[in-house]
């Protein structure tokens, strides 16, 4: 078995480990964890890669393991995190909202959304949050019934990585 105790770079964000990565899956030297959302704030966790690695982890409080967290590296080996999908809800908000409804919409999508404790990713008119169900879906359109012309929600299944700040508790 093998241990860790820190996150030795990022392949989305550092170019030498990007390209080591590159190289190193080459020769088939790149192997892979996956980590759940709700497990990756873990400090201490066992996990087989997927190629029958053994690997033990103690990281520091406060860690949290990313998509793309390289957590080994040697000549022979890289074990790269991989984060699981997991279903989300989308909310998409209508570029062509009336100035006089925009506050409204934004304060009503906040409180629904606040309430449920939920983590949030935001991109332009776009918001991401985890559900556990599908069903969901079909609540959040009732509760945003008022906000229909405003609005659009369906579902969608992928790596949920909330923004900073907005990676509150779940209830």
Known sequence: MIHIDKIVGNIKFDQILRSKHQEMSKSGNVETIIVARLESERTRM?????????????????????????VLLTG???????????????VTVHDDIPQDHMLETAVRIGHTIGNLHRPLKIEGNRIF??????????????????????????NDNMIFEPEQGYDVHEH
């Open 46 to 70: 066992r996990k087989v890669s997927d190629k029958g690695t053994e690997i033990a982890l103690t990281m520091p409080p406060g860690s949290c393991l990313s998509d793309g967290d390289v």
């Open 129 to 154: 949050f985890p559900i556990q169900a599908l069903s969901e879906i079909e609540l959040f359109e009732k509760l945003f019934f008022n906000l229909k012309d405003h609005l659009d929600i369906k």
């Open 76 to 90: 022979e080996k890289m074990v790269v995190v991989q984060r699981e999908p997991e279903n989300v809800a989308l």
